[in-house]
């Protein structure tokens, strides 16, 4: 069974910056595509960031060139650096993962929330 772990987040001002990690056990991590999510309140879940076993990255338009997925498979676990952070990107962030052969996520973790106020 896939578990997702989410942690990193918290409270940071308008401009800073946090960076977020998701553990992955129970998975064939080395060959999954892991993903970045957030869902804000009262809105629906987003997906932000990809990356494929090979190292190969999507982003969200709202969120490119300002945050940076990547991956450490010796670790399994897959990180969300983010920069520049605005009142907007408040959210609670989840990471999930998926097969290269399927469009279909796994289970969702607990997510981390992340607080963007001065």
């Known amino acids: 069974q896939v578990q997702l772990v989410e942690s990193g987040g918290g409270l940071v001002q308008p401009g800073g910056s946090l960076r977020l990690s998701c553990a992955a056990s129970?998975?064939?991590?080395?060959?999954?595509?892991m993903g970045w999510y957030r869902q804000a309140p009262g809105k629906q879940r987003e997906l932000l960031a990809t990356?494929?076993?090979?190292?190969?990255?999507n982003y969200a338009h709202s969120v490119k060139g300002r945050f940076t997925i990547s991956r450490d498979i010796t670790k399994n676990t897959v990180y969300l650096q983010m920069n520049s952070l605005q009142p907007e990107d408040t959210a609670v962030y989840y990471c999930?993962?998926?097969?290269?052969?399927?469009?279909?996520?796994?289970?969702w973790g607990q997510g981390t929330q992340v607080t963007v106020s001065s």
């Open positions: 999930n993962t998926r097969s290269p052969y399927s469009n279909t996520w796994g289970r």
């Open positions: 129970g998975t064939i991590f080395s060959i999954n595509v």
């Open positions: 990356i494929t076993s090979g190292g190969t990255t």
